[in-house]
């Protein structure tokens, strides 16, 4: 892997840092509160429309948490059966010259999209997109990775989509991912709001340390951005119906599910936080995304989880359905390892019985 970080030497002219904090200084932030505002947001920039649009809807959220923008943009390697010269404007030149040539575009891109009230960082890497990407979200110690996707319902979206589900399985920090339905509003899909009219978040949640981690980062973004949460469960046609044949039965068995659905959310919730809960019966990635364009949701929460085998696989199809047919953005939250650690004072506030 060659590196080639242009803001990590002494040339200051690719970043720009208005009003430096002490979290930035440092460089390390380990030991502040994972629920607290982001402060660092990492953008990959492929100088496409989309990643032109995202980096647009990245500064805006940047600006509502007073954040600073990294803008990373991979040199990846020349296409294979690509012919030497093929481009006479890069032809002849090294690594280096691509690299000055990419910070130049980058710096009157951030120009043209970037407000001017955000402070950013520009870096240039070297090698295979989401290994860069992935490393530099470790290397800078990022709150956030905000990318757009390339989705398609067919098993050729599934093929396309590698980098994005290398990104969401492979990343330690939260990833928001834009579609392109989403970015172009085609389709069924929702207006693209500003992050600033986030009002309505949806938290698709198992009972379980996912579940968990996906409810504790939606509560967080539902109090930075004073939106509403509804939190949702959905429960399997198979388990409603399998040992269930009666009418009766299978009422008891939903009415069991809500119970304990609403129960496990008030035990994993503040008392001070109003949010919604609802069950829906179906298979999971289409029901709970038929409630987000019913509900209007701007943003759907979702807890990911790392598998082997064949769960890996069926993992990595539902991904790929769900953001080709998602009608906003998903932030998609990894589970951290040794399961959710809860801040002390969340810790303090959290109900243990439901009253």
């Not at 032809?91 to 990419?102: F, N, P, S």
């Not at 939606?218 to 004073?226: E, I, Q, Y």
Request: proline share 8%.
């Amino acid at each position: 892997m060659a590196l080639i970080d242009q803001a990590a030497g002494p040339d200051t002219s690719v970043s720009r840092t208005d009003w430096p904090t002490p979290e930035l200084a440092d460089g390390s932030r380990s030991n502040l509160d994972p629920m607290a505002p982001w402060k660092r947001i990492l953008v990959p920039v492929d100088f496409s429309l989309e990643s032109m649009k995202t980096l647009s809807y990245a500064s805006k959220l940047a600006q509502s948490l007073s954040a600073c923008l990294d803008i990373v943009h991979v040199l990846t390697t020349r296409p294979r059966g690509a012919r030497v010269g093929a481009v006479p404007l890069l032809a002849g030149l090294d690594r280096e010259d691509l690299a000055e040539a990419a910070r130049a575009k980058l710096l009157a891109v951030i120009k043209r999209k970037v407000h001017w009230q955000v402070p950013w960082n520009v870096w240039i890497r070297d090698g295979q997109p989401h290994r860069e990407i992935l490393e530099a979200a470790a290397r800078y110690d990022v709150d956030a990775l905000v990318l757009h996707t390339r989705s398609k319902p067919s098993l050729e979206g599934f093929v396309d989509q590698g980098v994005t589900r290398r990104l969401v399985f492979g990343a330690s920090c939260p990833v928001l991912a834009i579609p392109p339905q989403v970015l172009w509003q085609s389709g069924e899909s929702l207006p693209l709001v500003s992050p600033d009219h986030w009002h309505t978040i949806l938290i698709p949640t198992e009972m379980s340390r996912v579940g968990e981690n996906a409810l504790a980062r939606g509560l967080a973004l539902a109090r930075w951005f004073n939106a509403r949460v509804t939190a949702f469960n959905v429960l399997r046609t198979g388990r409603l119906y399998s040992h269930y044949r009666p009418t009766g039965a299978r009422n008891r068995r939903f009415v069991q599910t809500k119970s304990r659905f609403r129960t496990w959310v008030h035990r994993h919730a503040p008392p001070d936080v109003h949010l919604d809960m609802c069950v829906g019966v179906g298979s999971p990635a289409s029901t709970f995304l038929r409630a987000a364009r019913h509900m209007r949701a701007h943003l759907i929460v979702m807890g990911t989880q790392q598998f082997s085998g064949w769960r890996r696989l069926r993992a990595l199809r539902t991904i790929s359905r769900i953001l080709a047919d998602t009608p906003c953005p998903i932030l998609c939250v990894p589970q951290p390892p040794g399961g959710l650690q809860m801040p002390a004072a969340a810790v303090s506030t959290t109900r243990d019985q439901v009253p």
